[in-house]
């Protein structure tokens, strides 16, 4: 049977591949080479991708159209099952994503026939393509809520995959396009590189208030396996496509210093020839592991900072502080690691001082600040129009979802431009001129 995976055309607010290649990549290789089914997809993010070619793929549908729900396109999402079912009334209709887990209320007013909602999403997707297979009526499913009759029922617990994912299709995805988009970032320095993601690693045992991942991923991280399939992985898509460099997809990269062990033994530059990125928590990084991880192509690190007291204290327990991450800044330094620190703009109470002293210890550290706008996920689930959903992500401005005392001009500009923005923060909001750096930001060696 033909699968189309279809993400809707959407203008993104908050631009990031890594979800690209690992949502629509994974899924549409375990759809093909687990479930035997032919695959198509088409991937709306790339401006080529028009409402024409929407009503083209409509038009020609048959079977399963799974669509991807991400948090930029669920109301061109809900637009595009109207097509469906205007142009093509046979066809059935799944959606998964992170989208389709956060909006599921709304999307419950749709005519979808399935929602996907727990991870691993693959085994209840290839479940739901049997059915329509088999020519039988939407029944129910793991982890999915299931249309029958114009009633949604949940389904027992989704099934999880324990690390044992497909990699990234590329042959299927639009590479090529994605090439041409603008990077979601880019470091003073740089080379100009080819990446590719893979996830590495599904959910979090942690469950912070600002982070929709264990939610939307599961409540305990999984690794991958298969770790020498990953390297000839790597080594191929060097020598078929020019990547040069991978994202590691995934929470806690350092979790366990075994698996790191493993990993750089195995899936290191030297094995591959392409160089990696990961995140991770400050606590498991230390010198001697982040030697090692350099040694074996590792070229930048992430943490989240997300916001630090006046005092040095982290707003968060178990965050980073001031002196620790003044440490780490060096040790990354020392090893050419370019160390990226995540933080969060607009959290509930949090002033333009503590912002200001948050991006001020980042760039003494010598790291480089990602701030982005805080938002409560879990108060999407309440959301009453899909339109609303534009104004929940990681770039624009929080309201109405959510809470912080940081005007909305504030949060955009700390976000979009944040050395602008801290020009703008003085003795006015407790910040004495003395605490800006006096000496340049120190850069590790690239
Ligand atoms: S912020 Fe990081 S540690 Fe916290 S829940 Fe999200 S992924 Fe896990």
């Given at each position: 049977m033909l699968i189309r995976i279809v993400s809707a055309?959407?203008?993104?607010?908050?631009?990031?591949?890594?979800?690209h290649?690992?949502e629509l990549g994974e899924v549409a290789a375990h759809l093909r080479?687990?479930a035997?089914h032919e695959v198509r997809v088409v991937d709306g993010?790339?401006?080529?991708?028009?409402?024409?070619?929407v009503?083209?793929e409509a038009?020609?549908a048959t079977g399963l159209v799974v669509l991807h729900v991400t948090?930029?396109n669920?109301?061109?999402t809900?637009?595009t099952i109207?097509?469906l079912?205007?142009?093509s009334?046979?066809t059935r209709i799944a959606l998964y994503g992170?989208g389709a887990?956060?909006?599921?209320?709304?999307f419950?007013?749709?005519?979808a026939d399935w929602i996907v909602l727990?991870?691993d999403w693959e085994p209840a997707l290839a479940e739901i393509a049997a059915q329509v297979a088999?020519?039988?009526?939407p029944?129910?499913v793991?982890?999915t809520?299931?249309?029958?009759?114009?009633?949604?029922?949940?389904?027992?617990?989704?099934?999880?995959?324990?690390?044992?994912?497909?990699?990234?299709a590329?042959?299927l995805?639009?590479?090529?396009?994605?090439?041409?988009?603008?990077?979601?970032?880019?470091?003073?320095?740089?080379?100009?590189?080819?990446?590719?993601?893979?996830?590495?690693?599904?959910?979090?045992?942690?469950?912070?208030?600002?982070?929709?991942?264990?939610?939307?991923?599961?409540?305990?991280?999984?690794?991958?396996?298969?770790?020498?399939?990953?390297?000839?992985?790597?080594?191929?898509?060097?020598?078929?496509?020019?990547?040069?460099?991978?994202?590691?997809?995934?929470?806690?990269?350092?979790?366990?210093?075994?698996?790191?062990?493993?990993?750089?033994?195995?899936?290191?530059?030297?094995?591959?020839?392409?160089?990696?990125?990961?995140?991770?928590?400050?606590?498991?990084?230390?010198?001697?592991?982040?030697?090692?991880?350099?040694?074996?192509?590792?070229?930048?690190?992430?943490?989240?900072?997300?916001?630090?007291?006046?005092?040095?204290?982290?707003?968060?327990?178990?965050?980073?502080?001031?002196?620790?991450?003044?440490?780490?800044?060096?040790?990354?330094?020392?090893?050419?690691?370019?160390?990226?620190?995540?933080?969060?703009?607009?959290?509930?109470?949090?002033?333009?001082?503590?912002?200001?002293?948050?991006?001020?210890?980042?760039?003494?550290?010598?790291?480089?600040?990602?701030?982005?706008?805080?938002?409560?996920?879990?108060?999407?689930?309440?959301?009453?129009?899909?339109?609303?959903?534009?104004?929940?992500?990681?770039?624009?401005?929080?309201?109405?979802?959510?809470?912080?005392?940081?005007?909305?001009?504030?949060?955009?500009?700390?976000?979009?431009?944040?050395?602008?923005?801290?020009?703008?923060?003085?003795?006015?909001?407790?910040?004495?001129?003395?605490?800006?750096?006096?000496?340049?930001?120190?850069?590790?060696?690239?």
């Amino acid at each position: 049977m033909l699968i189309r995976i279809v993400s809707a055309p959407c203008v993104s607010a908050y631009l990031n591949l890594d979800h690209h290649f690992v949502e629509l990549g994974e899924v549409a290789a375990h759809l093909r080479d687990r479930a035997g089914h032919e695959v198509r997809v088409v991937d709306g993010v790339l401006p080529e991708v028009t409402w024409d070619t929407v009503v083209e793929e409509a038009l020609h549908a048959t079977g399963l159209v799974v669509l991807h729900v991400t948090l930029d396109n669920t109301l061109e999402t809900a637009r595009t099952i109207r097509l469906l079912r205007q142009l093509s009334p046979g066809t059935r209709i799944a959606l998964y994503g992170r989208g389709a887990y956060h909006l599921r209320r709304l999307f419950q007013r749709t005519d979808a026939d399935w929602i996907v909602l727990e991870q691993d999403w693959e085994p209840a997707l290839a479940e739901i393509a049997a059915q329509v297979a088999a020519g039988a009526e939407p029944g129910p499913v793991p982890g999915t809520l299931t249309r029958t009759a114009g009633t949604w029922t949940r389904g027992p617990a989704g099934v999880r995959l324990a690390g044992d994912w497909e990699l990234p299709a590329l042959d299927l995805l639009p590479v090529a396009g994605y090439a041409r988009l603008p990077a979601d970032e880019s470091y003073p320095g740089r080379e100009p590189e080819r990446e590719l993601a893979v996830g590495l690693s599904r959910g979090c045992d942690s469950y912070c208030g600002y982070c929709p991942i264990p939610d939307v991923m599961g409540r305990h991280e999984y690794f991958r396996t298969g770790l020498d399939t990953l390297a000839g992985y790597l080594r191929a898509a060097r020598e078929s496509h020019g990547y040069t460099a991978v994202s590691l997809f995934g929470a806690n990269f350092t979790a366990h210093r075994d698996y790191v062990h493993d990993f750089c033994a195995r899936v290191g530059t030297p094995r591959t020839g392409v160089t990696w990125k990961c995140v991770t928590s400050h606590a498991e990084l230390d010198p001697p592991l982040l030697g090692e991880m350099a040694a074996a192509g590792c070229t930048r690190v992430a943490v989240g900072v997300e916001s630090l007291l006046p005092d040095g204290r982290n707003r968060f327990s178990g965050r980073v502080g001031a002196e620790r991450l003044a440490d780490l800044g060096a040790w990354c330094a020392a090893e050419g690691i370019l160390l990226i620190c995540f933080v969060m703009v607009g959290l509930p109470g949090q002033t333009r001082h503590e912002v200001a002293v948050t991006l001020d210890t980042v760039r003494a550290a010598g790291a480089v600040p990602r701030p982005m706008t805080y938002v409560d996920y879990r108060r999407l689930a309440a959301a009453e129009d899909f339109a609303d959903v534009f104004w929940a992500n990681r770039k624009t401005v929080s309201e109405p979802f959510g809470r912080g005392i940081l005007s909305m001009r504030d949060t955009a500009l700390a976000v979009h431009s944040w050395e602008r923005w801290l020009d703008t923060v003085g003795p006015a909001d407790g910040r004495p001129s003395d605490e800006r750096p006096s000496a340049a930001p120190r850069r590790p060696a690239l």
